[in-house]
């Protein structure tokens, strides 16, 4: 059973494990394990990363990174929350793997996430004038 | 590199839908980079889906992309539903069945579309012309059952917004017999084709593992001999109750992209036929009311890959948080491989072949490094990619 | 009626500038050029550059990306340019008003001469709607 598997393999760095009806899994940990976990997750266990969901709530920034493992159909979804939001930073998985290029680039315009690492880091949706330090899907 | 040379492509374009940015850096006839520049179709629609109740979302995600306008909707019910614990338990039957009916449609209505566009990109308007007209029949069909010839405004949290009547089936199994002999048609010229062959065989490669890498969904991670189709994986509607198959593909170059689209086609029309056999009686709404706190994911295989919704909700009657992953976000940035090491004159039909909503040139300026400068309007890039054809048919002929 | 006018509502070319629309009233657009509608029997031909257009058909609710764009094609057009404004999004910015990304409505950025409404308008509402602008361009030239 890959939920085992996933709990085996990432071990005491994930909690608030807890699944939500058949094929959702949620968790979250520590920004700091971030490339670790998707590593495993993704190189090892070989998931496909589906998308990477930025939010701003009242206690920080949080990405939830939505993995899908398609031989079962089932979605791990992997939470961090970024305390510091006058300057959120992580390190950036797009140097794993290229597929996570994009989304980076639009969470950091959109919310203001500075991605360590990014190979490209600019400005993706947005125009080229937009405002420096307006993040659109800050809340307030 | 001394003689790169920079193509832009873009962001207009007369015959392709969306504008897309595309920067080829080419060597020679070579092209050895690509920079993509999107977000000439950037709405807002996340922070706009926060100011919409539940309800009235579904209207606002159906206008994302009008080829793919059942599958946003769908994604996203599929996600309040996953709050609610589960489509199965709370969608009516026969609302399913609907769901999945107005799915498929919408794949052929999609795929011919593309047959259309890719016909038109390698020179041969003559597909394009009939893939389009072919297409029209499945049109009336959604303006029979949902009263528009594109956004259907079926889904709804719970269940779907109109019934099928029972007359219109009939009128629905006509047209998907009348469609299946204009496929066969298709299959038999483009697959048979040496010109088309020649052109697409080998070209615009992205391989296995590539695909993974780039996280590549539907259609293009299919032709790459990736085994993903949503409507398998994590069945929605009722696509675990027909009988059907997953085209896969292991060449992962156009011309298994386009097999996979033609086959794909067939499958649907079979799928559409179970539904409308096992159609049960009965409600097809089921009148939800709230919606609790919590979290949730819609995914849908749309007809260019997984259409991924994230919805979370905190009791009141808005989503705080609706995160939207299309198929060709992923598919477009693929194109940074697989048109790299190609040639110009194939870049349109790669660039193309993911089917995206992709879009080239108002005017296309090829750029000699400091002094010489040409314009090219958009079709000269589309010219470049016709004659190239008709090279290759004379070739034929000749050796013939 | 002048001569420019004459062959300018005998054929017109026209371009089509998505200005971030979802799509639909392109493929409405495009639709209205293919065999079942065939608008190509009334002259119509979508052309490559705006530089050969009569038309500019604009869809979508220009965001901050697509307004500068708009203005460049309008005034790279040989005038007169008459502009349609096809679907809703184009006419009114419906549902999109409110976006951060919506600066203007397309007729604070280009003047529109006719306002094609739907969404997506049929491509027979597309027709007529051409057909109207090209009775308004007539009329009013013989007016004057």
Redesign the interface.
């Known amino acids: 059973m890959i939920k085992e598997e996933v709990r085996k393999r990432l071990g005491n760095k994930i909690k608030d494990w807890h699944k ?5 899994v ?1 968790f979250s940990f520590e920004p700091r394990d971030v490339k670790e976990i998707v590593a495993i997750l993704f190189k090892e266990l070989g998931m ?4 990477a ?1 930025g ?1 701003d709530t009242p206690a920080g920034l949080e990405i ?1 990174y ?1 993995f ?1 493992f ?4 089932e ?1 791990f ?1 992997g939470r961090v929350l970024i305390k510091d939001k006058a300057r959120p930073e992580i390190d950036s998985i797009a140097n794993l ?7 980076e680039r639009e969470m950091w315009e959109m919310l203001g996430i500075n991605f360590k690492g990014h190979p490209n880091l600019k ?8 405002p420096e330090g307006k993040h ?2 800050r809340k307030g | 590199m001394s003689h790169k040379i920079v193509i832009p492509i873009g962001p207009y374009h007369p015959l392709q839908e969306e504008p897309e940015f595309f920067r080829l850096y080419v060597d020679g006839e070579k092209v050895v980079d690509i920079d993509i520049v999107i977000g000439y179709m950037h709405r807002g629609i996340e922070e706009l889906s926060e100011h919409n109740h539940f309800d009235q979302v579904p209207f606002l995600v159906e206008r994302i992309c009008g080829i793919c306008s059942h599958s946003h909707p769908n994604a996203y019910v599929l996600a309040v539903e996953d709050i609610l614990g589960g489509e199965r338990n709370v969608v009516p039957e026969r609302a399913l069945y609907i769901r999945t009916i107005i799915d498929e449609m919408q794949r052929i209505h999609s795929h011919l579309l593309w047959l259309g566009l890719a016909g038109h990109f390698i020179g041969y308007n003559t597909v394009w012309m009939w893939a389009w007209r072919y297409r029209e029949p499945i049109l009336d069909m959604f303006e029979m059952i949902t009263g528009n010839r594109q956004h259907y405004a079926m889904c709804k949290v719970g269940g779907v917004r109109r019934d099928i009547r029972p007359q219109d089936i009939p009128i629905l199994r006509k047209a998907l017999d009348e469609l299946v002999p204009v496929i066969d048609m298709f299959k038999g010229a483009v697959m048979d084709d040496p010109v088309i062959q020649a052109r697409l065989k080998g070209i615009g490669i992205l391989n296995r593992q590539q695909a993974i890498d780039w996280c590549a969904v539907g259609p293009t991670a299919r032709a790459a001999g990736l085994d993903i189709d949503v409507r398998r994986d994590e069945p929605y509607g009722v696509t675990d109750r027909l009988k059907w198959n997953v085209i896969i593909e292991k060449d992962g170059d156009i011309f298994a992209k386009t097999k996979v689209r033609i086959l794909e086609l067939y499958e649907s029309i079979n799928m559409i036929r179970q539904c409308l056999d096992k159609l049960p009686e009965g409600p097809i709404d089921a009148d939800i009311k709230d919606i609790p706190p919590g979290e949730g994911i819609g995914r849908v295989e749309a007809p260019r890959g997984e259409c991924f919704h994230y919805v979370r909700a905190d009791g009141t009657n808005r989503p705080i948080r609706h995160k939207i992953r299309a198929p060709s976000y992923m598919n477009v940035a693929s194109n940074k491989v697989a048109a790299v090491g190609g040639t110009i004159s194939d870049a349109a039909i790669t660039l193309a072949a993911v089917d995206p909503c992709y879009c080239c040139t108002e005017r296309t300026a090829v750029l000699e490094k400091g002094s010489e400068k040409k314009i090219m309007n958009g079709f000269d890039l589309i010219k470049l990619s016709q004659e190239k054809t008709e090279k290759i048919r004379n070739n034929k002929d000749n050796r013939d | 009626m002048n001569l420019k006018l004459r062959a300018l509502t005998k054929s017109l070319w026209v371009f089509h500038a998505a200005t971030s629309p979802c799509n639909n009233c392109d493929i409405e657009i495009l639709d209205a050029l293919t065999p079942r509608h065939d608008i190509e029997r009334f002259g119509m031909v979508l052309a490559g550059s705006v530089r050969h257009a009569d038309v500019l058909l604009v869809t979508g609710v220009p965001n901050y990306k697509t307004k500068e764009r708009l203005k460049k094609l309008y005034s790279q057009a040989p005038k007169p340019c008459l502009v349609a404004a096809i679907g809703n999004c184009a006419c009114g910015r419906i549902m999109f008003k409110d976006s951060y990304n919506s600066p203007c409505p397309v007729d604070e950025i280009v003047p529109v001469d006719v306002y094609i409404s739907g969404c997506p308008p049929k491509p027979e509402a597309i027709i007529a709607g051409v057909v109207k602008l090209i009775n308004k361009v007539t009329s009013s030239a013989k007016g004057t």
């Open positions: 939500h009806g058949l094929r959702r949620y496909r990363f589906a998308t969901s939010q939830i939505h899908s398609d031989k079962t159909g979605m979804s793997f290229p597929g996570a290029e994009w989304i400005r993706l949706l947005l125009a080229e004038d937009w659109p899907l």
